[in-house]
C-alpha cells in the first residue's frame, strides 16, 4: 500500500490551484427562497472539511482494516504498519525531537486532559483565562494560576511564573486564538518559561491547520492538534512531546495494549506511547490525520498565500459596515490567521447566524466558542465568528459582506424564531439530504 498518494482528482484540483482541495467546495445548501447555492463554509475554525485527499486514502484502507499490533493476518499486519508509519508522519509534520512521544488521541481536548493527568502532582501550571475551554478546564486547583493577557503577554507570564513555588511548572500557551485567531508569541512565551524552569505546552488546534508548527524551532516540550481542523474529519488528535512524565504517569486508559503482562496479582504496563493508547486504536482516524499532514506539508507557501490574501479582504469589509466590531485580545493590529470574530451592533449573533445560513448559504459560528471567559470579555455575552480555509474563496467572503451589509441596512428578508434554543425562519423548509432519511 502506497501512503498519501493522492488520487487523481485530489492531484488536478492542486495543479490548477496549487492548493490541496476539499470534498466540501462541492456542496451546494438550500435557502428559504428555494433556490439552491454553493454552500460558504466560513466556519473552519470549528470544523474542517475532508481533504480530498484524505478522502480518497482512507477508501483505498478501508478494505485493509484491521485489529492493530495483536494480529497475525495480513490485513492487521498492514494496518499495525500504517498506524505506525502515521505516528512518524505526525511526528515530522509538528518536527518533534526523535525522543519525543507521539500519543494518538481523539482530538486537542482529549490530549491536554491525558497530559493534566500525566504532570507530577506538584506541578505549577500557568494558563491564559481567556483561551479555549480545552486548554483552560484541565488544570483545577491550588497549583493552578491563571493569567490575563495583556498586549504585554511576555510581562503578563514573567510576573505569573514569578509567583509560582519552587518546583516542576508548566505553562500552557495557544498558537493561535480560538475566539479571534491571533497569533501568539509563542517562541517569546517560551523563553520566558525556561528563564523560570518551566515546560511548555502548545496548543495547536487553531494553528495547525495555517501555519507549519516547528516544536524545536519554538522550543516547546510538548504540542497537541486535532485531526477535525487539519481537514481530517474522523476522530484523531495527537500529544506530542517529551516522554518522562508520560512514561511516569499511570496510563490515562486502563485497558488492553496499555500492559505488557498481567497476572492475578500484578500489572505490568507499557512505556512507550501505547501505555496512554488502551484499546482497539483509530486507525483509520490516524491515517487520515497523516495524510492530511503530509498534504499540508506539501503546500504551505500556497495555503498561507490564500488565507492571508481572504483574511485581508474580508477585515477590510467587516470595517466598511457600520455597526460591525472585530474583536481582539492582544491588539487589533497583531497578526492572525484566518479567523475573525464581530459583533453586529446589538443584533443577536444567533439571529445573525441563521439568517446568513438560510438567505445566503453562509456557514458562520455565533456564540462563544468554547471561550466563554475571553468572549464575555470581550463582548459581555456573544459573537460571530467567520473562519477561513482552503475551501474558502473570494466569492464566499464577499457574499458574508453583501448579506451583513443588507442586514444592517434592510434587516432580514424572512422572518425568525426561536426553536429548540435556536433561531430557524418560520416556515423553513428547506429540505434536508436524502441520505438522512435511510437513518
Not at 493508547?277 to 486507525?283: D, K, L, Q, W
Amino acid at each position: 500500500m502506497t501512503f498519501a498518494i493522492p488520487h487523481a482528482r485530489a492531484a488536478v484540483e492542486a495543479l490548477k490551484t496549487g492548493l490541496p482541495s476539499v470534498a466540501g467546495s462541492r456542496l451546494t445548501v438550500p435557502l428559504v427562497d428555494g433556490t439552491q447555492v454553493q454552500y460558504a463554509n466560513l466556519d473552519h475554525a470549528a470544523s474542517a472539511p475532508c481533504l480530498d485527499a484524505v478522502q480518497d486514502a482512507v477508501d483505498e484502507l478501508l478494505p485493509w482494516y484491521a485489529s492493530v499490533h495483536r494480529g497475525a493476518g495480513f490485513a492487521s499486519q498492514v494496518s499495525t504498519k500504517v498506524y505506525e508509519k502515521a505516528r512518524q508522519v505526525v511526528r515530522e509534520f509538528v518536527r518533534a525531537r526523535r525522543t519525543d512521544e507521539v500519543v494518538f488521541t481523539r482530538n486537542t481536548t482529549d490530549a491536554l486532559n491525558l497530559l493534566a493527568r500525566a504532570v507530577p502532582a506538584n506541578t505549577s501550571v500557568v494558563v491564559f483565562d481567556t483561551d479555549h475551554h480545552a486548554a483552560l478546564l484541565p488544570w483545577r486547583g491550588p497549583n493552578v494560576h491563571r493569567v490575563t493577557p495583556t498586549a504585554n503577554v511576555d510581562g503578563d507570564l514573567n510576573e505569573a511564573l514569578a509567583r509560582t513555588p519552587a518546583g516542576p511548572r508548566l505553562v500552557v500557551v495557544t498558537g493561535a486564538a480560538n475566539v479571534t485567531g491571533e497569533l501568539w508569541p509563542v517562541a517569546r512565551l517560551a523563553a520566558v518559561a525556561r528563564r523560570h524552569g518551566a515546560r511548555v505546552v502548545l496548543d495547536a488546534a487553531q494553528l495547525a491547520a495555517h501555519r507549519p508548527v516547528d516544536v524545536r524551532e519554538l522550543n516547546v516540550d510538548y504540542v497537541v492538534l486535532s485531526g477535525h481542523k487539519l481537514y481530517a474529519p474522523f476522530g484523531a488528535g495527537a500529544l506530542v512531546g517529551r516522554a518522562d512524565w508520560l512514561r511516569a504517569a499511570y496510563p490515562y486508559l486502563a485497558g488492553g495494549g496499555a500492559t505488557r503482562l498481567v497476572t492475578e496479582r500484578a500489572v505490568s504496563w507499557n512505556h512507550g506511547p501505547e501505555r496512554h493508547e488502551a484499546g482497539s486504536p483509530n486507525v483509520v482516524g490516524a491515517y487520515a490525520l497523516a495524510v492530511a499532514c503530509q498534504t499540508l506539508r506539501r503546500s504551505w507557501d500556497a495555503v498561507v498565500a490564500h488565507e492571508e490574501e481572504l483574511l485581508a479582504r474580508l477585515r477590510t469589509g467587516l470595517a466598511s459596515i457600520p455597526g460591525v466590531r472585530q474583536l481582539s485580545i492582544l491588539g487589533e493590529d497583531a497578526p492572525r490567521v484566518g479567523v475573525v470574530s464581530f459583533t453586529v451592533g446589538d443584533r443577536d449573533p444567533g439571529l445573525v447566524a441563521a439568517y446568513l445560513s438560510a438567505e445566503y448559504g453562509i456557514g458562520v459560528r455565533d456564540g462563544a466558542f468554547c471561550a466563554h471567559i475571553a468572549v464575555n470579555r470581550l463582548t459581555g455575552g456573544r459573537a460571530l465568528r467567520a473562519s477561513l480555509g482552503l475551501g474558502s474563496t473570494a466569492e464566499h467572503v464577499d457574499r458574508l459582506l453583501t448579506a451583513l451589509r443588507r442586514l444592517v441596512t434592510d434587516g432580514p428578508a424572512r422572518q425568525y424564531e426561536l426553536v429548540d434554543g435556536r433561531y430557524a425562519p418560520v416556515e423553513d423548509t428547506r429540505p434536508l439530504p436524502a441520505f438522512l432519511t435511510g437513518l
